[in-house]
């Protein structure tokens, strides 16, 4: 019998039942009674035992160590404000050197970022922390709009997009009619459309600079306005190009992308939460052409306004 290829998952204390999940079952389940399991899936870690969040002890099967031997490591989602375990990244090292093929889940890019392992490549992560890995990790090419990135290194976006790359893993080495398959028995899309924008909540800008309050205030009451950069600024009571060097001080955007950003955050709460046609919502979001709404929140969602209520509102909508 032909060997599997082998999947590393290193564990440590704090991950989630759910991330380390993923891999397990998505990789390494046997579906298919008629044919065994697609790859051979290994917990590595501390053979005493990992304390998981919530409270379970989980028993690693072999130590850290195994890494390099394995030839995919997949590192499930840290606490990215937590110090990321020393040994966990000295032998992620070691086997990306001995030609692992590496690959993280959610916030597990930052592990590998640490490891410098991302450094000039595309990646993405959990779109809640990608304002601290942009600075943790400026050398890093952060797409947080992505499902899953496959830059030689590959990443994915938060929690349940760690299946989405589970399946690009499962088309690439073993072709669409067995991640079909996969899919089918998970219950989930062989591949979903658009990106992790459509996930973020209403308020995408959650940078704590205060003086952005009373300026989004502002907004909100004329949002059916033209918005140029001098009235944004005049309304700031500071110039054009110092409202420019605090948007890209405190938020990493610009002035006329942030209104844009507001825009569809006030979209979005309508769709989710009102049954207004999609033409009145693009008048409430200061569209005055539903056509050009439609293009706008499409860009920056990544699918279209019907598409994102039939998703993700709150009520039943007639």
């Known amino acids: 019998m032909t060997s599997k290829p082998t999947v590393?998952?290193?564990?440590?204390?704090?991950?989630?039942?759910?991330?380390?999940?993923?891999?397990?079952?998505?990789?390494?389940?046997?579906?298919?009674?008629?044919?065994?399991?697609?790859?051979?899936?290994?917990?590595?870690?501390?053979?005493?035992?990992?304390?998981?969040?919530?409270?379970?002890?989980?028993?690693?099967?072999?130590?850290?160590?195994?890494?390099?031997?394995?030839?995919?490591?997949?590192v499930p989602a840290i606490r990215p404000d937590e110090p990321i375990s020393p040994t966990l990244v000295r032998e992620l090292r070691?086997?990306?050197?001995?030609?692992?093929?590496?690959?993280?889940?959610?916030?597990?890019?930052?592990?590998?970022?640490?490891?410098?392992?991302?450094?000039?490549?595309?990646?993405?992560?959990?779109?809640?922390?990608?304002?601290?890995?942009?600075?943790?990790?400026?050398?890093?090419?952060?797409?947080?709009?992505?499902?899953?990135?496959?830059?030689?290194?590959?990443?994915?976006?938060?929690?349940?997009?760690?299946?989405?790359?589970?399946?690009?893993?499962?088309?690439?080495?073993?072709?669409?009619?067995?991640?079909?398959?996969i899919a089918r028995n998970l219950v989930i899309a062989s591949h979903r459309d658009g990106d992790q924008a459509q996930y973020v909540a209403a308020d995408p800008l959650t940078e704590q600079a205060r003086w952005l309050d009373e300026l989004r205030g502002w907004l909100r009451a004329n949002l059916h306005e033209d918005i140029t950069l001098e009235r944004l600024a005049a309304a700031a009571?500071?110039?054009?190009?110092?409202?420019?060097?605090?948007?890209?001080?405190?938020?990493?955007?610009?002035?006329?992308?942030?209104?844009?950003?507001?825009?569809?955050?006030?979209a979005k709460t309508l769709l989710e939460t009102t049954d207004l046609p999609v033409e009145r919502v693009s008048h409430e979001a200061g569209y005055y052409s539903p056509v050009t709404f439609r293009a706008a929140f499409t860009a920056e969602v990544g699918v279209t306004p019907a598409r994102y209520r039939m998703r993700f509102a709150h009520r039943e909508v007639g």
């Not at 947080?144 to 760690?162: E, F, H, K, Q």
């Open 8 to 74: 590393a998952v290193p564990i440590v204390d704090g991950m989630t039942l759910f991330e380390i999940g993923m891999p397990v079952e998505a990789l390494g389940y046997d579906w298919d009674h008629d044919a065994s399991p697609l790859y051979d899936v290994v917990l590595c870690g501390d053979l005493r035992g990992v304390r998981v969040h919530g409270g379970p002890r989980l028993m690693p099967q072999r130590p850290m160590t195994a890494l390099a031997e394995a030839e995919t490591v997949l």
């Open 94 to 181: 070691k086997a990306a050197e001995a030609g692992a093929r590496v690959v993280s889940m959610c916030t597990g890019a930052f592990v590998l970022a640490e490891a410098g392992l991302l450094d000039g490549r595309r990646a993405t992560t959990h779109w809640r922390w990608a304002d601290l890995f942009r600075r943790t990790y400026p050398q890093v090419e952060l797409d947080p709009r992505a499902i899953y990135v496959d830059d030689g290194v590959l990443t994915s976006a938060g929690s349940a997009a760690g299946l989405d790359l589970c399946l690009h893993l499962i088309r690439t080495d073993h072709g669409q009619h067995a991640a079909n398959t």
């Open 237 to 266: 009571a500071v110039s054009p190009r110092t409202l420019a060097r605090r948007f890209e001080r405190d938020l990493a955007t610009t002035p006329m992308r942030w209104v844009t950003a507001e825009r569809i955050a006030v």
